[in-house]
T-cell receptor
Framework: RKEVEQDPGPFNVPEGATVAFNCTYS??????FFWYRQDCRKEPKLLMS???SGNEDGRFTAQLNRASQYISLLIRDSKLSDSATYLC????????????FGQGTELSVKP | NAGVTQTPKFRILKIGQSMTLQCAQD?????MYWYRQDPGMGLKLIYYSVGAGITDKGEVPNGYNVSRSTTEDFPLRLELAAPSQTSVYFC????????????FGPGTRLLVL
């Protein structure tokens, strides 16, 4: 079983749609959780951290369920500029800050 | 601040050649990392460093070496290039141990033929 597993993509949605990405992680010792965004042929950039209570940043909402070892990202009112690959990332604090990346879920927002 | 810089941007190597991928950061970060990303895959950690003079293996260290003589620089060395090392290499840095954001460089695309 992969340490971090994401929905296989790609997701093709029209502008204005709401889209949700799911992610599961296998190590119950995982402490920190993130969503990174990666544009085609570019470096990953932090989209948002994921907190236990859930958190929102504009059109983006992240949720964490520690009992189920599950993380989600919800994007409302999709824009063309949201087209990218979204990476679910987990940090296990007893491993010196090493991040474990999911394989990514590609999102394509169409006009 | 330039952030994290990497050179070269692209390189073609022949099997058996060696090269060094350069990485530098000007944010005074303690932690630095090297990842590789194969097509359609997530990033895999090659090596990391928690400070000058300290390095440790990640998930896929075979075929690579690193050094960290200064806080700013973290070069990655390929001694005998193999086709399996064809990938995109990303360097990253963070202030501390993962609670902080990791900042990535623009990547080096390496093709081994």
């Amino acid at each position: 079983r992969k340490e971090v597993e994401q929905d296989p993509g790609p997701f093709n949605v029209p502008e204005g749609a709401t889209v949700a990405f799911n992610c599961t992680y296998s190590n119950s010792a995982s402490q920190s959780f993130f969503w990174y965004r990666q544009d085609c042929r570019k470096e990953p950039k932090l989209l948002m951290s994921v907190y236990s209570s859930g958190n929102e940043d504009g059109r983006f909402t992240a949720q964490l369920n520690r009992a189920s070892q599950y993380i989600s990202l919800l994007i409302r009112d999709s824009k063309l500029s949201d087209s990218a690959t979204y990476l679910c990332v987990v940090n296990i604090n007893n491993q010196g800050g090493k991040l474990i990346f999911g394989q990514g879920t590609e999102l394509s927002v169409k006009p | 601040n330039a952030g994290v810089t990497q050179t070269p941007k692209f390189r073609i190597l022949k099997i058996g050649q060696s090269m060094t991928l350069q990485c530098a950061q000007d944010m005074n970060h303690n932690y630095m990392y090297w990842y590789r990303q194969d097509p359609g895959m997530g990033l895999k950690l090659i090596y990391y460093s928690v400070g000058a003079g300290i390095t440790d293996k990640g998930e896929v260290p075979n075929g690579y070496n690193v050094s960290r003589s200064t806080t700013e620089d973290f070069p990655l060395r390929l001694e005998l290039a193999a086709p399996s090392q064809t990938s995109v290499y990303f360097c990253a840095s963070s202030y501390s141990n993962g609670q902080e954001t990791q900042y990535f460089g623009p990547g080096t695309r390496l093709l081994v033929l």
